[in-house]
């Protein structure tokens, strides 16, 4: 797990490796290796050993930082193309949420807004190219408006600014919002995916309202390319067993998190196609001076 624990890949991850172990006959045990956003353990991966006992958690965000290295003028600490995909697990479209006293009611109040003062909107995220900054950066280009962004050191920062009334929106994934959309004091405007969230079923999506803004914080099991093919189909099966048994959907359900399972065929295809989207997203905010 390339986070502090804690984290999304962590709270999928555990209960995973737990049910895995089933079938394995093997210890899985999860070992959280942070740094720089998570490029410190999704690059331990790539370059670490190939049979098959080191894997990775990864996220979207995966997809994220050798772009964004390439932007700033430095070498990645991985290529995508070092990682073998097992399986797609859980996939969560972000929410743009708002305070439930402010003045935004809808979308449309939202962008009127940015378009009468460009530029002067401001937003949180989790950091700098983070997942929660490239989102809101995919519905800005959609929506042809120009908005301020301010980074936070995490989701967690980025939501206490929103409620603080230091910015006035932000993009946040679903389990993280909805305690505070249901307690009333965030509004929920629209949702990044490609059909309604189960648990917000009233919110629309962005692509209903016509904005073609469309973005998943996913995660998924990866490891080392080099992984010979009777490791990489073992643990295929290991972790289908997992990801679609009762067991490990209760676990998701109480964390608010849909399980989104592809094996690894449909996977690639579902992060190649996440990848293009992020990378033309990056190019776009292009290379930010972090102060």
């Known amino acids: 797990v390339p986070f502090p624990p804690g984290g999304v890949s962590e709270i999928v991850g555990r209960p995973l490796a737990s049910i895995m172990e089933k079938s394995l006959k093997l210890p899985v045990v999860l070992i959280n290796r942070p740094g720089a956003g998570g490029a410190v353990g999704m690059a331990s991966v790539a370059k670490g050993p190939a049979a098959g006992y080191t894997i990775l958690m990864g996220l979207s965000s995966i997809s994220i930082f050798p772009v964004a290295d390439r932007i700033n003028g430095k070498e990645p600490p991985y290529e995508l193309k070092d990682f073998a995909p097992i399986a797609l697990v859980t996939a969560d479209p972000t929410v743009l949420v708002?305070?439930?006293?402010?003045?935004?009611?809808?979308?449309?109040?939202?962008?009127?807004?940015?378009?009468?003062?460009?530029?002067?909107?401001?937003?949180?995220?989790?950091?700098?190219?983070?997942?929660?900054?490239?989102?809101?950066?995919?519905?800005?280009?959609?929506?042809?408006?120009?908005?301020?962004?301010?980074?936070?050191?995490?989701?967690?920062?980025?939501?206490?600014?929103?409620?603080?009334?230091?910015?006035?929106?932000?993009?946040?994934?679903?389990?993280?919002?909805?305690?505070?959309?249901?307690?009333?004091?965030?509004?929920?405007?629209?949702?990044?995916?490609?059909?309604?969230?189960?648990?917000?079923p009233d919110i629309p999506t962005f692509k209903e309202l016509g904005y073609d803004a469309e973005f998943y914080i996913w995660t998924g099991v990866l490891v080392p390319a080099s992984t010979p093919a009777p490791v990489v189909n073992k643990l295929r099966e290991a972790v289908r067993v997992a990801a679609t048994s009762d067991e490990f959907k209760a676990a998701m359900e109480k964390v608010s998190t849909p399980v989104a399972y592809l094996d690894a065929p449909e996977f690639q295809k579902y992060w190649d196609k996440d990848a293009a989207r992020l990378k033309a997203a990056l190019e776009k905010i292009g290379k930010v001076e972090e102060k």
Do not use: C
């Open 98 to 200: 708002v305070r439930a006293d402010g003045p935004y009611k809808s979308v449309k109040d939202f962008v009127d807004a940015a378009k009468a003062h460009p530029g002067k909107i401001n937003y949180s995220s989790s950091g700098v190219y983070g997942t929660l900054h490239v989102a809101m950066e995919i519905f800005a280009n959609a929506a042809d408006i120009k908005l301020f962004h301010i980074p936070y050191q995490g989701g967690g920062p980025a939501v206490t600014a929103l409620l603080g009334g230091q910015v006035e929106a932000s993009p946040q994934g679903p389990a993280a919002a909805i305690g505070q959309i249901k307690a009333g004091k965030m509004r929920a405007l629209a949702g990044w995916g490609a059909k309604r969230l189960k648990l917000l």
